[in-house]
């Protein structure tokens, strides 16, 4: 059934116009015809996720309401039918024949670190790797390239399946002696060094351990090479840093990358002064591939307060714009850094750390709030989860104004169920990632048990109580494939398919749902549901385009969802990325 995807949508009921060309109509700059268009341009489902009478679906399942775009300056001059498109045409415009692919609102991924992005891109990538072998078996072949006494990077080795078996320093020192090397965890919350990087760094048994973090010692007191949580931070300040040129080519090239896989716009969670001026001076240059929504991290309180002199961007339309705070409650669950309620299920005794215990400011915070800012706070565990709802709820009663600012928990991932109605209660957006539930369910519930799994990765019990939610990747902690976040958004299930049936099915969404939670939503947790995020007349000319049609697949076969492929990616009405 999967020639489905590829019908041309002209004949089919429900099409709409969205703009009647006349004489008096702009020629079209590029116009895109014999497409499958879905607009977005019908209602939200109900929390349970049926959905809207409006909504192009009907006995015969999914339809597109539209086959054609016509992009003038920027900005969407007509959605409708091939036939009227054509009417826009003159000898100055572009004319694509899509022959069935769906065109979608530009795809945004609210929540990544794309100079990490690019540094992974750049850099040596562990992602995948299963074992301890096969990593330094990929450091020794990268050392043999390099010069004696450089610095070998690398991240992408996954903490949370790991924690069982983390390794120490010896066989990467024993292989790799002449280079310092440093290896982070996938999400950032462990970090593996050699012996030569801990000399390198200083760190020995009288290194002051950071509030919130742990270093493991071996059997002679020396620390055996292995951080987590906050101590990440020891090694990763011992690195040297790389050259302004090096992150600029590293965010330019994450910034490609996300182009290439159709993202229009990308929230970039937790920037520092070096990085919000290297964003600048691109915009500035005007060499910005796609929009970037800055959220510039707490940790930084000087420069904060610098922020919190000039106050938030209040603009929408520039390529850059910082009008978001990020801030860190607690760790992640996969080291056991994650604040729980009660103790971790296979760790009696411990739960994790959260708070001013890791490095939350909660004063500043809230002069960020007043200031006019969105806060996006991190929280992972059910006890962080409750402690940022908490703090929220009380800059909002002590001062009212701050309430409307569509603050974010970023990641949400374990909440208790008296919690779960809060975030719609008090207008907190969900800032979540499907993907994190499909890489974590081999050992999160051996890490909660299954009464709190239950309200774990829980987006329809979110749903449900009208929380407003909004997906993303946490790149390059995640795959930030919008095939594979689609698919496990709507299946639970992982690239291999597994399990049958869906993990926890019960909290899937439907496909209208997971496609409005990458475009339309995430417009929203941007302040840009004005511009963006559904396609028409009048709006930004941001789009993708993709060779599959994830409504028909998602009941007919949504596996193949999986092997999507991005065919182009259009920003400000130019093309940013084509196939």
């Known amino acids: 059934m999967k020639h489905l995807i590829f019908l041309v949508a002209a004949a089919l009921p429900g099409l709409i116009t969205s703009c009647a060309p006349d004489v008096q109509s702009k020629p079209g700059d590029l116009i895109l015809i014999n497409a499958r268009v879905y607009t977005l341009d019908w209602g939200d489902p109900a929390p349970d996720g049926t959905l809207m009478p409006g909504a192009p679906r009907d006995a015969r399942g999914w339809h597109p309401d539209a086959d054609a775009v016509v992009v003038t300056g920027g900005e969407i001059a007509f959605v409708g039918s091939s036939a009227a498109a054509k009417k826009y045409q003159d000898e100055s415009s572009r004319v694509v024949d899509l022959a069935g692919a769906t065109i979608l ?19 040596l990538d562990l992602t995948d790797v299963e074992t301890e072998e096969e990593a330094v078996a990929l450091v020794v072949e990268r050392a043999r390239s390099m010069p004696e006494g ?18 120490d ?50 059997a002679d007191g020396e620390p055996n090479g292995l951080f987590l949580n906050n101590a990440v931070q020891l090694m990763r300040h ?27 716009t990308v929230h970039d969670a937790g920037l520092g002064p070096l990085e919000m001026s290297i964003l600048e001076e691109l915009e500035a240059e005007g060499r910005l591939p796609i929009r970037v929504y ?102 909002f009663k ?63 019990s979110l749903r449900e109580t009208n929380a407003a939610l909004t997906f993303n990747s946490d790149n390059p902690g995640s795959d930030h494939s919008i095939f594979y976040g689609l698919h496990s958004a709507i299946t639970r299930q992982d690239k291999q398919q597994e399990p049958e049936g869906g993990w926890y099915a019960e909290q899937a969404m439907n496909a209208d749902e997971a496609v409005r939670a990458y475009t339309k939503w995430s417009a929203y947790a941007g302040f840009r549901e004005d511009e963006t995020g559904v396609i028409e007349a009048g709006r930004w000319a941001d789009l993708t385009v993709m060779d ?32």
């Open 105 to 123: 609102p530009g795809l945004v991924d609210s929540h990544v670190h794309v100079f990490g992005l690019g540094a992974v891109l750049e850099g």
């Open 150 to 167: 450089e610095w070998i990077v690398g991240q992408g080795w996954d903490e949370g399946a790991w924690a069982n078996r983390y390794p």
């Open 169 to 218: 320093k010896s066989l990467l020192s024993e292989a790799v002696p002449d280079h310092p090397v440093f290896l982070q965890g996938l999400h950032s919350f462990a970090g593996w060094a050699n012996q030569l990087a801990l000399d390198v760094a200083g760190i020995t048994s009288d290194t002051e351990v950071p509030v919130g973090g742990e270093i493991r010692f071996g």
């Open 238 to 264: 011992a690195v040297p840093p790389p050259s302004r040129e090096t992150y600029t080519q590293e965010l330019l090239s994450g910034l490609n990358q996300m182009a290439a896989d159709g993202y229009v």
């Open 294 to 395: 800055a959220m510039i991290s707490l940790g930084y309180e000087k420069f904060i307060r610098e922020w919190l002199e000039k106050g938030p961007d209040q603009d929408s339309d520039s390529m850059l714009v910082t009008r978001a705070v990020k801030a860190y409650y607690d760790g992640a669950l996969g080291s056991r850094g994650a604040w729980l309620l009660d103790d971790y299920s296979d760790k009696a005794g411990h739960r994790g750390v959260g708070g001013e215990n890791y490095g939350f400011n909660e004063d500043l915070n809230a002069q960020a709030m007043k200031a006019g800012f969105q806060v996006g706070i991190h929280a992972i565990g059910d006890a962080g989860n409750r402690a940022a709802l908490d703090i929220l709820e009380s800059v």
């Open 398 to 460: 002590e001062d009212p104004s701050t309430a409307g600012n569509r603050h974010r928990i970023e990641h949400a991932q374990v909440l208790h169920p008296d919690d779960i109605p809060r975030f719609g209660e008090l207008g907190i957006i969900a800032s979540m990632e499907p993907a994190h539930a499909m890489e974590d369910k081999s050992w999160a519930e051996d890490r909660l048990g299954p009464e709190r799994i239950l309200g774990a990765y829980a987006w329809r």
């Open 548 to 579: 599959i049609d994830p409504f028909v697949l998602s009941e007919d076969s949504p596996g193949d969802i999986l092997h999507g492929r991005i065919l182009m990616t259009i920003v400000d009405g130019k093309v940013v990325y084509e196939r």
